[in-house]
């Protein structure tokens, strides 16, 4: 079974606050806190790119394995804001790390549920033989959309988690994962511009679509409750276990709200989700991987814990991981 060497995360050092926001755009500490429970985040500097990022999280987790890079033997990563367009941004990796001529490639375009995609992907790479598998989740969401639309400029942030999989026993086995998309409802958060249909150019610089996300927050919020809450039933039903074995739910961190509602739904009290969204606001696929290392670190979870992973995003997709530590 497929089982978590390492654990690693990293974000940038500036921090940008909420009346940081206000100086700049119509908005305030008051909206942001309560619409999104959300009080800081961290920017990117200006020489750090995806790339930077991804590295700092990915040597953290192979120190944390005991691993060279020298020993992985695969690259998969998770991000919507790539270094470039082409070629991806695990090929950079790998090539930075010292790694040998590996296989690597980037899960892209899953918004903030790519890294529980990843690590489904990784975890039955595993189950056929291959011996270590890199998976990150990295963003850097602050520097390709609008900073100038307070409806969602304020809610996101820059930063990277990774983890290394491997063969058991290691510090967390894979238990299982499930993820979904539904197609359909791929219009309720996308790029405005950047894909062959609207590529970037004068026109779209002109009309404001250069870098505008465009979110229906409100389906987002109620898409997001549902999915989360059905996924992480979902999934230990798949591995034979109950919701009450569950020592921590770490959900993707959108938004205070939506943790709350699938808290609530959910039925657990609140020592029983990990909650960082305070901190970093959402970055993207790398929430779950960052806020995993982080519970980690503070002894949140160790030894013989049952955790469930869970995150939604652009897509629309969804998924859910179980992990027994
Ligand atoms: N500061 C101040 N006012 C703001 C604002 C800001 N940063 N952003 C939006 N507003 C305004 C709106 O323009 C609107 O004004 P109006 O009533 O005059 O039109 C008002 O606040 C209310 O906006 P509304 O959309 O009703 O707020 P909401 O309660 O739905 O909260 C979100 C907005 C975005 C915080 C919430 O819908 C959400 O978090 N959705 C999920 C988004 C998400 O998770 N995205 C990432 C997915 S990975």
């Not at 020489?47 to 987790?61: G, I, V, Y």
């Not at 890294?115 to 990784?122: K, R, S, Y």
């Not at 969602?152 to 290691?170: E, I, N, Q, S, Y």
């Amino acid at each position: 079974m497929a089982a978590i060497l390492g654990f690693g995360g990293y974000v940038p050092e500036r921090i940008v606050t909420n009346d940081d926001w206000a100086t700049r755009l119509d908005t305030s500490d008051e909206w942001i806190t309560q619409r999104a429970g959300i009080k800081r985040r961290r920017f990117a500097a200006e020489d750090q790119a995806t790339l930077d990022l991804a590295l700092e999280a990915s040597r953290k987790a192979l120190a944390d394995a005991g691993l060279e890079p020298a020993d992985l033997d695969e690259i998969v990563l998770a991000t919507d804001t790539p270094e470039y367009l082409t070629p991806d941004t695990a090929a950079l990796v790998q090539h930075s790390l010292g790694c040998r001529n590996i296989p690597t490639y980037d899960l892209g375009g899953s918004g903030c549920a790519g890294f529980i995609q990843a690590l489904d992907v990784a975890a039955s790479r595993v189950a056929t033989g291959v011996r270590h598998i890199l998976v990150i989740g990295v963003e850097v969401i602050t520097r390709l959309i609008s900073l100038e639309d307070r409806t969602t400029a304020v809610l996101f942030g820059d930063g990277a988690g990774a983890v290394v999989l491997g063969h058991g026993p290691g510090r967390a086995e894979v238990l299982g994962a499930v993820s979904g998309t539904d197609g359909s409802a791929a219009g309720i958060l996308t790029l405005a511009a950047g894909g062959t249909r609207n590529p970037f150019n004068e026109r779209t610089l002109a009309n404001g679509d250069f870098n505008r996300l465009v979110m229906d927050g409100k389906k987002v919020f109620t898409e997001a409750v549902k999915r989360m809450s059905e996924a992480s039933m979902q999934v230990l039903e798949k591995v034979g276990r109950s919701l009450s074995e569950v020592k921590l739910v770490i959900p993707h961190q959108a938004n205070r709200r939506i943790i709350d509602a699938v808290a609530h739904r959910l039925g657990i009290a609140e020592d029983r989700v990990y909650v960082n969204v305070h901190e970093y606001g959402n970055i993207g696929s790398a929430t779950v991987p960052f806020a995993l290392w982080e519970a980690v670190g503070a002894g949140r979870v160790g030894a013989g814990d049952l955790v469930v992973l869970t995150a939604f995003g652009a897509g629309f997709h969804w998924g859910a991981a179980a992990l027994q530590f």
